[in-house]
């Protein structure tokens, strides 16, 4: 009887140590986790009425990732944006859950900028790629938001070609 009750007292020990080494395992194993991106808009509008950008898509690119499969859509939150109401204050654009990270890059796909400046002469903008590009890097903590706010400067960020 002896030895059924060590044998018994064994294998609960080993049961023991195997559970609790799983535990300290999962517990302790470096997963990135998830974190949030909060992309914000905002504007210093001078001569403008009224710029209303309409975007489509928010996407970020993961650091020393090298194809177009790493992307990362944002879930969009608000489409069209006023620019030239945001002068002192920013509007939502995207906000959504992200891989922990480091981001290198973020792309807003525009698909029409219709604008009105103060003196009302009609001014429709045109992004020729269809995405406005930023390359300013940003790290997404786990159960964490990193805010991002896109500042315009439409007076800096306008350029008239031959055709207006």
Not at 17 to 24: D, K, L, Q, Y
Not at 30 to 37: A, I, L, M, N, R
Not at 38 to 45: L, M, P, T, Y
Request: aromatic share 6%.
């Amino acid at each position: 009887m002896t030895s059924g009750r060590t044998a018994i007292l064994a294998i609960a020990i080993v049961l023991g140590v195997v559970v609790g080494g799983v535990g300290v395992y999962l517990v302790t194993s470096k997963s990135p986790g998830k974190g949030t991106v909060s992309i914000h808009v905002k504007d210093c509008a001078d001569d403008w009425a009224h710029v209303n950008v309409i975007f489509s898509e928010v996407k970020i690119h993961a650091a020393n990732a090298r194809n177009e499969s790493t992307w990362r859509s944002i879930k969009l939150q608000t489409r069209t944006v006023g620019l030239a109401a945001l002068s002192d204050l920013s509007e939502l654009l995207s906000f959504g859950n992200v891989s922990a990270g480091k981001y290198t890059q973020m792309r807003e796909v525009v698909i029409d900028a219709p604008g009105t400046m103060t003196n009302g002469t009609i001014v429709n903008f045109t992004v020729p790629s269809g995405e406005l590009k930023t390359t300013h890097p940003f790290t997404v903590t786990a159960d964490y938001t990193e805010t991002l706010t896109l500042d315009f400067h439409l007076d800096r960020c306008m350029v008239q070609n031959g055709s207006g």
